[in-house]
């Protein structure tokens, strides 16, 4: 039974809250209460006061809420928090460029102690099927995975297999009604998804809309259909290769009405030179970089494009497994993905508001972790408004698109973030380019930003835009908050703490041509970054200036004092800040 809590201090909090502010000169935003200790599947009332600069209380200010991670809890527009998901976070309350957090702990599952209460709820509601969310948005010609669960007499949700259907047969169907994989329809409709066991049943609502994006693909899909138009297709498409891989010959067709061009001269190109190089005939050469590259044909005003992702197998002979879960703005979990280190993750099937995501994919190249992690993905609610009347997910800030990844460890109850990997993963993102009309951007513009409290950091890794199929490529040195949005534009979120010292960071570690330097400093400091042999004898000084606070990276490239390339073997990193040495890393040069 789902229990209810109030604030009871709330009025005298309140007005000894007022009482203070008339004496302020400045904005305030403060939350009503301290830290919070809640057990899951709980509501409870939240509030916060916000007064102007005049100190007046504003009563009807529309304060946005989350909890951080997003899977602990839940806010709706009642002010009430609703508790998913065990672990410890902060519930945040913003409004305008103001900012509160309270330390939130929410606790496992716990039994009411009003036995005989629960006797009769279980009576009267156990056992049952409950399918997740109870309101399902899809858009046309698109799949999705969904979930239910079996709930038992004592309300123990139960993770079973369900016969599956939908009604009316226009907004779509299960191909396998034992799988709960659901094909809608190619029209917009309305209706519902039902779930069986037995006599035991449930059903949700199922919404089957045509985004304005995919509305003016599928017309100019037919419009070329119609027509027989132009096309220009690469092979081999998309590919993922090992570094050390012989050249690879690229080819293109160009086609009119159907008639392949026999004399069609192409330009061709790769986004990333530092990964591999491409004669005027389409031969393309690896220099031994791992990391992905767009491949580029062109002729005449056509474009087209293929993904080439070069990996080292050699890096970590232990393979590690990664296990996705996707969670709903609503704390529902769909059911995770599992797949290892060398693999890839194809973004799809996913529902609103997570569908924005899909068609996205992740990789993580072998060597980038050293431990088995579990990945919760969901919508950055900082900087996201998801709605229920809508299909549309609306960002802030100039923000494209978004997502959010909070990793933990298996056998850890700890989020770590930021989470970094020994080797960046590779991230593809899909863009709306209606959306970037509407805010005069162009795709080229586009770039991948880590959202952090202090602001929005660039990733100076190589970004590649792909305007043939509406993706932005980035390498990821760790997971956060990740977003897409303008370039070269000065934009801000509100400074809540100083820039924390982290440790520094090396990657890759084993590397063979380049290693980058990564560390943070909170205030200006003398630093010097040293690389020693075995032997004690230096080999190299990578650093040695005043940084200003932030966050910094430097590069190696893996030689020595005279220039010359280092020996293959282990070497250590001393990190000297202000002339103490602070850290030593120990690192792996291949050659």
């Known amino acids: 039974m789902k229990k209810i809590y109030t604030n009871s201090k709330l009025l005298l909090l309140l007005t000894a809250m007022l009482m203070s502010f008339a004496a302020l000169s400045q904005e305030s935003l403060e939350i009503i209460g301290g830290d919070l200790t809640l057990n899951s599947d709980t509501m409870y009332a939240v509030s916060a006061v916000y007064a102007d600069s005049s100190g007046t209380a504003v009563t009807d200010a529309k304060i946005n809420w989350h909890t951080e991670p997003g899977y602990l809890g839940k806010i709706d527009k009642d002010g009430y928090l609703t508790t998913n998901h065990s672990g410890e976070g902060f519930l945040i309350a913003k409004y305008k460029e103001l900012r509160d957090s309270v330390m939130l702990k929410v606790n496992g599952p716990v039994k009411d102690d009003d036995e005989e209460d629960d006797e009769n709820e279980m009576d009267d509601e156990y056992p049952k099927i409950k399918i997740v969310p109870d309101h399902i948005k899809v858009e046309v010609s698109d799949s999705v995975e969904l979930r239910a669960f079996y709930i038992d007499s004592t309300g123990t949700k139960i993770d ?3 016969m599956w259907s939908a009604e ?3 907004v779509g169907m299960f191909p396998n009604p034992e799988e709960s994989i659901f094909h809608s329809s190619d029209t917009a409709a309305q209706g519902i998804i039902i779930a069986m066991l037995g006599d035991l049943a449930d059903t949700a609502k199922v919404t089957i809309y045509e985004s304005r994006a995919k509305k003016e693909k599928k017309e100019k899909r037919e419009r070329e259909e119609n027509n027989r138009g132009n ?10 290769v090992y570094t050390g891989h012989e050249p690879i010959q690229y080819e293109a067709d160009y086609k009119t009405n159907g008639v392949k061009h026999q004399n069609a001269d192409f330009i061709w190109s790769v986004s990333d030179t530092s990964i591999a190089t491409i004669t005027e005939g389409g031969l393309i050469t690896l220099s031994g970089e791992t990391g992905m590259t767009l491949v580029h044909a062109e002729y005449s005003n056509f474009k087209a494009s293929v993904e080439l992702l070069v990996v080292d197998s050699t890096v970590d002979m232990e393979i590690n497994t990664i296990s996705i879960r996707r969670v709903l703005p609503d704390g529902h979990e769909l059911k995770a993905k599992t797949f290892k280190e060398g693999e890839s993750y194809k973004i799809g099937g996913l529902p609103y508001p997570l569908n924005i995501l899909n068609a996205g994919m992740l990789h993580f190249p072998f060597g ?13 609610e900082e900087y996201a408004e998801v709605s229920d009347s809508s299909t549309e997910v609306t960002f802030t800030d100039e923000v494209i698109t978004g997502v959010k990844f909070s990793v933990m460890p298996v056998g850890s109850d700890t989020i770590v973030e930021p989470y970094y990997f020994n ?6 993102l899909v863009f709306k380019h209606d959306l970037l009309d509407s805010l005069g951007v162009t795709p080229e513009e586009l770039d991948v930003f880590f959202a952090e409290n202090t602001g929005f950091e660039e990733i100076d890794e190589h970004v590649a835009v792909d305007t043939v199929r509406n993706k932005i490529y980035a390498n990821i040195i760790h997971f956060s908050t990740i977003v897409v949005k303008q370039g070269n534009v000065t934009t801000s979120a509100e400074r809540v703490d100083p820039i924390p010292e982290t440790e520094l960071i090396i990657y890759p570690n084993p590397f063979s041509s380049a290693a980058t330097f990564q560390f943070a400093i909170s205030a200006s400091s003398d630093v010097q970054i040293a690389i020693y042999n075995l032997f004690g004898q230096q080999v190299q000084i990578i650093a040695e200036k005043r940084f200003d606070e932030g966050t910094h990276r430097i590069k190696w490239t893996g030689d020595d004092a005279n220039g010359a390339p280092a020996t293959s073997g282990v070497y250590l990193c001393r990190f000297i800040k202000d002339g103490k040495v602070t850290q030593v890393k120990k690192l792996i040069l291949k050659r």
């Open 160 to 162: 079973t297999s369900f």
């Open 368 to 380: 980038c972790i050293d431990e088995d992690i579990e990945i919760f993905m969901f919508i950055p």
């Open 231 to 240: 096309q220009l297709v690469i092979e081999p498409a998309d590919m993922v």
């Open 168 to 170: 009316p047969t226009e």
């Open 423 to 428: 080797v960046p993963v590779n991230l593809s």
